[in-house]
């Protein structure tokens, strides 16, 4: 292309200016720049290069494309949402139908607004602006899981050299609107639900939900095999299913369930210290005992009809419980037992929590009781339900100084 102080060309998508009076603005120096597609205002991005020779030049813009990545492989045809849609369908392998659909859904307002876009145009800035959009309409949580989505379908590109560089990777997520906050029944309240609750199919269900601390997907998934009574010292834990639980009435026989499966994809728990071994109070294994006897019936009532699963909570033929139909009979419940609001049964976890909590419990057993990876989890993610007051200073201190305070009525001297 034409200058009028010199010569000009161009190379590799790079243009390098050359003059033999020395540009201006060179002081000297040949000079080149790389063009890195255009901001959210249509200005264009350059990246600008300077050297003594012009083969110097031309070397630090290829080492210049090389650090910004910016020959890929895909054309500008290949958009965001074609990315995302090769993520999903190659990039989740294991992963169910519903986690998928989860993905898509938390993407779905911000490819609204960058789908369209060539995967290697796009910049930070466009995401970032994306999800500020977002910010009024939806939770913090929710825009975390939205950029996180995104981050991993272009590193997903990425792996395949569809692009250079990760422009998820750069933006923070900004804040949203407040989420819906968490919370758990009072010790009344919990009360008058199980009292709700007698007679109902679902209340086996309830009662091991909240006084094990169970996840919803836990309690679906648990089997009677993993139903477990402790025999003696040599044979230790074995199946109900196999030595029976009669007699387990005394409550000095322990029953207790292996909490080693979930209702998930992989079959497995949420996460390895998930896996946990819980004795059963007196009130959960009455409880068994009552949902063994009504499978019992279901089963000669379904007669041809019964699909053995094994599972401990399944429906009048065998087969798994959906989580909709769970949430379902459990609000019908609710209201019957007069709790106000929205009540779903992932808060009998936080109930039991706040329960073991208000009773005195150290948060480090809470957190081996519910299955997390570390009191760090439990303390963020049921931060509202543990009591903040510490006692053991108090207690240690009326143990060494006791009945030092002045009685009542009785005042200091003057």
């Known amino acids: 292309m034409a200058s009028t102080r010199g010569v000009s060309f ?6 390098v200016c050359t003059d033999a009076k020395f540009h201006r603005h060179c002081q000297g120096r040949w000079r080149g720049s790389v063009s890195m597609g255009f901001d959210g205002r249509g200005k264009r991005l350059r990246r600008r290069v300077t050297g003594p020779t012009k083969t110097a030049v031309l070397e630090a813009m290829d080492e210049l494309r090389e650090e910004l990545g910016r020959a890929p492989r895909s054309s500008r045809k290949y958009t965001v949402d074609q990315a995302v849609a090769d993520w999903v369908e190659g990039g989740l392998p294991g992963r169910s139908e519903r986690t998928k659909n989860a993905y898509n859904e938390a993407l779905t307002p911000l490819l609204s607004k960058i789908g369209h876009r060539p995967l290697r145009e796009l910049t930070a ?18 825009l975390q899981i939205s950029r996180n989505s995104l981050e991993r379908a272009i590193r997903f590109a990425q792996v395949h050299e569809r692009v250079g560089r990760n422009v998820a990777e750069l933006i923070d997520v900004p804040i949203g609107k407040a989420g819906r906050p968490s919370k758990s029944l009072t010790l009344a309240q919990a009360q008058e639900l199980l009292k709700a609750a007698e007679g109902e199919r679902l209340y086996p269900y309830i009662v091991l939900s909240l006084l094990s601390g169970l996840r919803t997907e836990e309690v679906r998934a648990l089997r009677w095999d993993h139903v477990v009574t402790w025999v003696d010292d040599a044979t230790g834990w074995q199946p109900v299913t196999e030595v029976g639980s009669e007699g387990v009435r005394a ?21 390895p210290k998930s896996r946990r071994s819980l004795r059963l109070s007196d009130l959960c294994i009455e409880a068994l005992r009552m949902q063994k006897m009504q499978q019992n019936r279901d089963r000669l009532i379904a007669c041809s009809r ?19 139909n769970v949430r379902r009979a459990f609000r019908t419940i609710c209201e019957r037992a007069g709790l106000q609001g929205q009540w779903t049964p992932r808060e009998l976890r936080h109930t039991f929590v706040s329960l073991m909590s208000e009773s005195g419990m150290a948060i480090e057993e809470i957190s081996h009781l519910v299955g997390h990876s570390s009191t760090t989890v439990t303390e963020t993610v049921y931060r509202l339900e543990l009591r903040p007051v510490i006692r053991s200073g108090a ?13 009542s009525g009785e005042g200091t001297r003057t």
Do not use: C
């Not at 207690?395 to 009685?407: C, E, H, T, V, Y």
């Open 251 to 271: 409550g000095h026989d322990m029953i207790a369930i292996h909490v080693w499966r979930s209702d998930r994809a992989s079959g497995d728990t949420k996460t």
């Open 10 to 15: 161009e190379h590799r998508k790079g243009t």
């Open 395 to 407: 207690d240690a201190m009326d143990r060494l100084f006791p009945g030092s305070a002045p009685k």
């Open 306 to 324: 019964w699909q053995e699963n094994g599972l401990v909570f399944a429906s009048a033929v065998g087969t798994p419980l959906l989580a909709g």
């Open 125 to 142: 800035l466009e995401v970032r602006k994306g999800l500020e959009s977002m910010s009024s309409r939806h939770s913090t949580r929710y």
